[in-house]
């Protein structure tokens, strides 16, 4: 176990829709990271929070966002729903900025669009 | 138009053996490459990492080599079990990209009893 929390941990939903993924970090982690995988581009990062604080950004499209929150969870927002957004989303967690240290993961939550 | 998924490198051993799983990577400014397990179903899990300074790192029954000069790294796994069946991956991070990490495709392991 990661320490890493995220719900759901599965959604179905329909295209055009939005939905929230919700991760909670580590006990004392301040960084949470946001990946994507899916089968034809593997692990992509999409975006990195720090204490509140967007602070790196992947190549995350105009239709997701994410916010971090004074208690330091995390939730990423996903809209205008297409089947190609259909993947495992995960969250990740570090106790800095990251850079060299490690994240660790929780186990995802897997978006089917219908 | 239909998608093609990522064909996965594979490695097939039998139990006991030694596993080493290859990765090159691509940034020259990465300065810090970590290996992650994922079995099916879980996130991936942290084994272990180095940093730019080191070209060898130890933890238990594994070892990470980083040749820089050739921008490659390798995961040893000593005395492989069926437990450490799952897809590796290798990462990198670079200081300046804070905590942004790329990913390598993955490899499959496959531990045969």
């Known amino acids: 176990d990661s320490g890493v929390t995220q719900t759901p941990k599965h959604l179905i939903t329909a295209t055009g829709q939005r939905v929230t993924l919700r991760c909670s970090p580590r006990s004392g982690d301040l960084s949470v990271y946001w990946y994507q995988q899916s089968l034809d581009q593997g692990l992509q990062f999409l975006i990195q929070?720090?204490?509140?604080?967007?602070?790196a950004k992947g190549n995350i499209l105009e239709r997701f966002s994410a916010q971090q929150f004074p208690d330091l969870h995390s939730e990423l927002n996903l809209s205008s729903l297409e089947l190609g957004d259909s993947a495992l989303y995960f969250c990740?967690?570090?106790?800095?900025?990251?850079?060299?240290?490690?994240?660790?993961f929780g186990d995802g939550t897997r978006l089917s669009i219908l | 138009g239909e998608s093609v998924g990522l064909h996965l490198p594979t490695l097939s051993v039998q139990e006991g053996d030694n596993s080493i799983i290859n990765c090159a990577y691509s940034?020259?400014?990465?300065?810090?490459f970590i290996w992650y397990k994922q079995e099916s179903g879980k996130g991936p899990q942290f084994i272990i990492d180095?940093?730019?300074?080191?070209d060898k790192r130890q933890g238990q029954r594994v070892t990470v080599l980083l040749n820089k000069t050739v921008k490659h790294l390798s995961l040893q796994i000593a005395a492989t079990q069926p437990g450490d069946s799952a897809v590796y991956f290798c990462a990198e991070g670079a200081r300046t990209s804070y905590g942004k990490l790329t990913f390598g495709q993955g490899t499959i392991l496959t531990v045969h009893p």
């Open positions: 929070y720090y204490n509140g604080e967007e602070r």
């Open positions: 940034n020259s400014a990465s300065d810090y």
């Open positions: 990740a967690s570090s106790v800095g900025l990251g850079g060299k240290q490690p994240q660790h």
């Open positions: 180095i940093r730019s300074n080191m």
